[in-house]
Every structure is written in C-alpha cells, then in structure tokens.
C-alpha cells in the first residue's frame, strides 16, 4: 500500500459514523449487509450514509452490488489487510514483535486492618 492510500483510507475512517459502517460490514462479513439494514441499525438517515458510503468507497475501503432493487455494501477486508500491513511494516525496528514480554497488570493492594 502507497502512504497516499493509506492517508486516504485512515482519513475516511476518521469519523464516527463511517467508522461505525465500517465496523458493522466487517462484522456482516463477505455477503455485506444492504443501504437500507445499516441505516435502521446505526439510525442513519439514507441521504447521509449515502455520503458516507462514497468516502468509504473512494478510499477502497468497501464495495458494493445491485441485488435487484437493494445495494449491497460489502468491506474490503483486502484493504484494511493492506493498511494493518502499511501501519505495521517497520514494527519493533524488523524484529518480531511477538517474542516480546507482556507486562503484566499492577497487583491491587488489599487493605489491611490498622
């Protein structure tokens, strides 16, 4: 992925109601969801998703079909691949991360009776 890509995509996932379409097509997983079920379920009014769904489009982010009358919107789980990639290529100076110890969480001190 090209850093203009990437630019691209984050700034269209910068903001809350694309963010939360997105979150909801990933969740819906490859057969996509229509205009219509992710309005009623964000509580989004068409014209405004839409809008959101071009921004998202644009930036490669989802992709959608005609299924007679209804538009199917589907996430591009390529693209999202590619940006985590993009955004993690030079992760930990090339060694790999996953070798690195987890911190452990800061034990709760109990209260002890004076």
């Not at 309005?39 to 839409?50: F, G, V």
């Not at 209804?70 to 390529?78: D, G, H, K, L, Q």
Request: hydrophobic share 45%.
């Amino acid at each position: 992925m090209e850093k203009t890509d990437a630019v691209t995509a984050l700034a269209a996932l910068a903001q809350d109601n694309r963010l939360d379409v997105y979150r909801l097509l990933v969740q819906a997983g490859p057969d996509g969801m229509t205009a219509g079920a992710i309005a009623e379920a964000l509580e989004l009014a068409p014209n405004t998703l839409t809008f959101h769904f071009d921004r998202l489009r644009m930036a490669g982010l989802v992709t959608v079909r005609r299924e007679g009358r209804s538009m199917i919107y589907a996430a591009r789980f390529e693209t999202m691949n590619a940006l985590v990639g993009f955004l993690t290529e030079n992760c930990c100076g090339g060694v790999s991360c996953a070798s690195a110890p987890s911190s452990k969480p800061a034990r709760k001190r109990s209260k002890t009776p004076a």
